[in-house]
C-alpha cells in the first residue's frame, strides 16, 4: 500500500470515520501526490474536516463527487483569500489595487461558492435536552401529515428553547457572592398547587380553553389568568401561542392575576453561539468550522457584493414589469459586479391564484415573461443568482407554513432560459459566508396586530414595527400564531425557529417598508415593488447595512 493511501487510510477512515469509494480514494491520491510528506497529514485532516462540515454528517461513504466539491471548494477559498492578502499588501505598499469589490482575479462566480440556499423542508432539527444540557440533532425525517402528538411536542421544543436561553440570563443566575433573593426564579404552574397565595414570575404560553377566559400553560400544567386591570408590559405584540414571562399573584380562587407580562428575555446571536459552539448548526448548510476567520476576511472585504430584495412582484400588471425592466437595466449597466443574487418574493400575481383553473395558464405566462426579460440582460443572466420566494398569494398550498416551492409546470422556461434561477419554500435560509439570512413572505403585521389580546405598550419611542420585531426574535419563531390564524406543518415547526437570531431577517409584507436593528438582529420589510412608489432594497454583507430604493 502507498505512503498516500496508508495516510488516507488512518485519517479518513480510522480518525473520521469516512469511507471512501474506489473513484473518490483515485482522486484523493492524485490531489495529494504533489505534496511533501510533512504536509500530507495535515492537508488530508483539513479536507475530512471541511467534508464533515459541508456534508450530511450521516454520509459517511465518500463518493467521488461530494468529495471532489469540498475539495474545489477548499482549493477556491484559499485562492480567494491569497488573492485579498495580495490586495491589501499592495494597497498598503502604496500599490493602486485597492482592497474591496471583485479583487484580482476574484469573480462573482468565485463568491458564489460560499451562498448557499436552505429549503425550509431541508432544515435541520435540533431539540433540547435538559438532562443533557445540551442540543441533539434528531435525524428522524419529519411527516408532512404529521399525527396529533408533534403538535405538542413542537410546542415543547419551543418552551425548552426558550427556557434554557432565559436561564442563562445574568439575572435568573444566582451567584454565590449575592443574597438569597437578588436573582428571578420561573415557578412551575403544577407547583402552584401546593403553594399558598403569594407573588410568583411564571413562564408559559397564552392560550385559552374556555371562550371569554386566558389561561398560561406549560408543560406540566395549567392555569387561569386575569389580564384587566393595570399591567406593567414589556415591548411586543402579545397574541395567543406566544410563550411569555407572568409575574402576578396567586390568588386563594386558583387564579393569576398578572401585574407585569413581558416577552422571553432576549439573547444575543454571539451569546447563543458561545454557549453550544459552531459546531451545533441551527441553520443548515455548510458549517464555517475552523474556516470562520477566512470566511469573515472574504466576507468583509468583497464590498461589491450585494443582494436586491424584491417583494410583490406582480408579473400580471404591466407597469411593474416595465419597471422591472428598468430596475435590470440599472444593476446591469453600472461598472460594478453584478448582484450576487436578486431575490424575488412573491406575490408574482396581483390578484390571488384560483384554483378553478381560470389562472393555470396566465400565470405561467407571467413566468415565461420574466424568463425573456432577463434573458435580453446577459450579464446578469449568466453570473447572478435568482432566487424566487412564493407568497401566500402563489400556488399550491397557501395556507399552511411552511410551504413549498412554486411548482415546475409554470417555471419551465425560466428555469431552462436561466440556470441560476433558484426556487425555494416559504420561508428559506440563505447563508453567505459566515452570515445567515432568513427570507420571510407574509402579512405578519396585520395577522400579529390582529390577534393581539392586550393592547402593547404605548411607548412614543416604540413603533409598531419594533413591536413586531421584538416579538418575533423574542419568541424564536417566524409566526408564533394559533393554527386559526396561521396553520403549521408541526412536523416541520423548526423551521420557522430563529434561534439563534440570524443577521438579517427579510419580513416581506404588504406593510409600510422599514428598518428594524434589535439585539443586534438586522430586520427588514423590502415593501411592495408593486405598489405606487416601486420599493425594493440592496443589503451589502460587507457592511450589513441595507439601502431603501425605489424605481422612479
Given at each position: 500500500?502507498?505512503s498516500?493511501?496508508t495516510?488516507?487510510?488512518?485519517?479518513?477512515t480510522?480518525k473520521?470515520?469516512?469511507?471512501?469509494?474506489?473513484?473518490?480514494?483515485?482522486y484523493?491520491e492524485?490531489v495529494v501526490?504533489?505534496l511533501?510528506n510533512?504536509?500530507?497529514?495535515?492537508?488530508?485532516?483539513y479536507?475530512?474536516?471541511?467534508?464533515?462540515?459541508?456534508?450530511?454528517?450521516?454520509?459517511?461513504?465518500?463518493?467521488?463527487?461530494?468529495?471532489?466539491e469540498?475539495?474545489?471548494?477548499?482549493?477556491?477559498?484559499s485562492a480567494?483569500?491569497q488573492?485579498?492578502?495580495?490586495?491589501?499588501?499592495?494597497?498598503?505598499?502604496?500599490?493602486s489595487?485597492a482592497?474591496?469589490g471583485?479583487?484580482?482575479?476574484?469573480?462573482?462566480e468565485?463568491?458564489?461558492?460560499y451562498l448557499h440556499?436552505?429549503?425550509?423542508f431541508?432544515?435541520?432539527?435540533?431539540?433540547w435536552?435538559?438532562?443533557?444540557?445540551?442540543f441533539?440533532?434528531?435525524?428522524?425525517?419529519?411527516?408532512l401529515?404529521?399525527?396529533p402528538?408533534a403538535?405538542?411536542l413542537?410546542f415543547?421544543?419551543?418552551?425548552?428553547?426558550?427556557?434554557?436561553?432565559?436561564?442563562?440570563?445574568?439575572?435568573f443566575?444566582p451567584?454565590t457572592?449575592?443574597r438569597t433573593?437578588?436573582?428571578f426564579?420561573i415557578?412551575?404552574?403544577?407547583?402552584?398547587?401546593?403553594?399558598?397565595p403569594?407573588?410568583?414570575?411564571l413562564?408559559?404560553m397564552?392560550?385559552?380553553?374556555?371562550e371569554?377566559k386566558?389561561?398560561?400553560e406549560?408543560?406540566d400544567?395549567?392555569?387561569?389568568?386575569?389580564?384587566?386591570?393595570?399591567i406593567?408590559k414589556g415591548?411586543g405584540?402579545f397574541c395567543l401561542n406566544?410563550f411569555?414571562?407572568a409575574?402576578g399573584?396567586y390568588?386563594?380562587d386558583?387564579?393569576?392575576?398578572?401585574?407585569?407580562?413581558?416577552m422571553?428575555?432576549?439573547?444575543?446571536?454571539?451569546?447563543?453561539?458561545?454557549?453550544f459552539?459552531?459546531?451545533?448548526n441551527?441553520f443548515?448548510?455548510?458549517?464555517?468550522?475552523?474556516?470562520q476567520?477566512?470566511?469573515?476576511?472574504i466576507?468583509?472585504?468583497?464590498t461589491?457584493?450585494?443582494?436586491?430584495?424584491?417583494s410583490?412582484?406582480?408579473?400580471?400588471?404591466p407597469r411593474v414589469?416595465?419597471?422591472?425592466?428598468?430596475?435590470?437595466?440599472?444593476?446591469?449597466?453600472?461598472s460594478s459586479?453584478?448582484?450576487?443574487?436578486?431575490i424575488?418574493?412573491g406575490?408574482?400575481?396581483s390578484?390571488?391564484?384560483?384554483?378553478e383553473?381560470?389562472?393555470?395558464?396566465p400565470?405561467?405566462?407571467?413566468f415565461n415573461?420574466?424568463?425573456?426579460l432577463i434573458?435580453?440582460?446577459?450579464?446578469?443572466?449568466?453570473?447572478?443568482r435568482?432566487?424566487?420566494v412564493?407568497g401566500?398569494?402563489?400556488?399550491?398550498?397557501?395556507k399552511t407554513?411552511?410551504?413549498p416551492s412554486?411548482?415546475?409546470y409554470?417555471?419551465?422556461?425560466?428555469r431552462?432560459?436561466?440556470?441560476?434561477?433558484i426556487?425555494?419554500?416559504n420561508?428559506?435560509?440563505?447563508?453567505y459566508?459566515?452570515?445567515?439570512i432568513v427570507?420571510f413572505?407574509?402579512?405578519i403585521?396585520?395577522?400579529?396586530?390582529?390577534?393581539?389580546i392586550?393592547?402593547?405598550r404605548?411607548d412614543?419611542?416604540?413603533?409598531?414595527?419594533?413591536?413586531?420585531?421584538?416579538?418575533?426574535?423574542?419568541?424564536?419563531?417566524?409566526c408564533?400564531?394559533?393554527?386559526?390564524?396561521?396553520?403549521t406543518?408541526w412536523?416541520y415547526?423548526?423551521?420557522?425557529?430563529?434561534y439563534?437570531?440570524?443577521?438579517?431577517l427579510?419580513?416581506a409584507?404588504?406593510?409600510?417598508?422599514?428598518s428594524?436593528?434589535?439585539?443586534?438582529?438586522?430586520?427588514?420589510n423590502p415593501?411592495?415593488?408593486?405598489?405606487a412608489?416601486f420599493?425594493f432594497?440592496?443589503?451589502?454583507p460587507?457592511?450589513?447595512?441595507?439601502?431603501?430604493?425605489?424605481?422612479?
Open positions: 500500500m502507498s498516500s493511501k495516510q488516507i487510510y488512518r485519517i479518513l480510522k473520521h470515520g469516512l469511507t471512501l469509494k474506489t473513484e473518490a480514494l483515485k484523493l492524485n501526490a504533489e511533501p510533512e504536509q500530507l497529514a495535515e492537508t488530508l485532516d479536507i475530512a474536516l471541511s467534508y464533515t462540515q459541508q456534508q450530511d454528517t450521516r454520509k459517511l461513504l465518500v463518493d467521488r463527487a461530494s468529495l471532489e469540498v475539495v474545489q471548494n477548499i482549493f477556491r477559498k480567494i483569500n488573492a485579498l492578502e495580495n490586495a491589501v499588501s499592495a494597497s498598503s505598499n502604496g500599490g489595487e482592497v474591496g471583485m479583487v484580482g482575479d476574484i469573480s462573482i468565485d463568491i458564489a461558492g440556499v436552505i429549503d425550509a431541508s432544515t435541520p432539527r435540533w431539540k435536552r435538559p438532562d443533557a444540557k445540551q441533539m440533532r434528531s435525524h428522524e425525517k419529519p411527516r401529515l404529521a399525527p402528538a403538535k405538542a413542537a415543547r421544543d419551543r418552551y425548552d428553547t426558550l427556557k434554557q436561553r432565559i436561564l442563562r440570563n445574568d439575572a443566575r451567584s457572592f449575592t433573593g437578588d436573582h426564579e415557578t412551575s404552574i403544577k407547583n402552584l398547587q401546593g403553594h399558598k403569594g407573588s410568583f414570575l413562564l408559559g397564552l392560550t385559552t380553553i374556555e371569554g386566558y389561561h398560561l406549560d408543560p400544567g395549567l392555569i387561569e389568568i386575569h389580564l384587566n386591570g393595570k406593567d415591548v405584540l406566544c411569555v414571562l409575574e399573584l390568588t386563594e386558583r387564579i393569576f392575576k398578572v401585574r407585569t407580562l413581558g422571553p428575555l432576549p439573547e444575543t446571536r454571539q451569546k447563543s453561539l458561545s454557549a459552539g459552531h459546531n451545533v441551527f443548515g448548510g455548510p458549517s464555517a468550522g475552523d474556516d476567520m477566512v470566511l469573515e476576511n466576507e468583509v472585504n468583497m461589491d457584493v450585494i443582494f436586491v430584495i424584491v410583490d412582484v406582480w408579473l400580471d400588471q414589469v416595465m419597471k422591472l425592466r428598468r430596475l435590470f437595466e440599472g444593476f446591469s449597466s453600472t459586479a453584478p448582484p450576487l443574487a436578486f424575488l418574493i406575490n408574482f400575481m390578484i390571488p391564484y384560483l384554483y383553473g381560470q389562472h393555470h395558464e400565470y405561467k405566462q407571467c415573461t420574466l424568463a425573456d434573458s435580453d440582460f446577459r450579464d446578469l443572466a449568466q453570473t447572478s435568482f432566487i424566487f412564493p401566500p398569494q402563489d400556488p399550491w398550498g397557501a407554513l411552511p410551504r412554486i411548482p415546475k409554470y417555471t419551465e422556461r425560466i431552462s432560459k436561466l440556470p441560476r434561477a426556487f425555494m419554500s420561508p428559506c435560509r440563505i447563508k459566508c459566515t452570515q445567515e427570507i413572505r407574509d402579512d403585521v396585520k395577522r400579529m396586530r390582529r390577534g393581539s392586550v393592547p402593547p404605548e412614543v419611542d416604540v413603533s409598531l414595527e419594533r413591536h413586531l420585531v421584538a416579538t418575533l426574535i423574542d419568541q424564536a419563531h417566524l408564533p400564531l394559533p393554527p386559526a390564524a396561521r396553520p406543518y412536523g415547526d423548526h423551521a420557522l425557529r430563529l439563534p437570531q440570524p443577521h438579517l427579510v419580513l409584507d404588504k406593510h409600510e417598508s422599514y428594524v436593528d434589535y439585539e443586534g438582529c438586522k430586520c427588514i415593501g411592495s415593488f408593486g405598489g412608489e420599493e432594497m440592496v443589503y451589502h460587507a457592511t450589513k447595512s441595507c439601502q431603501a430604493s425605489k424605481i422612479t
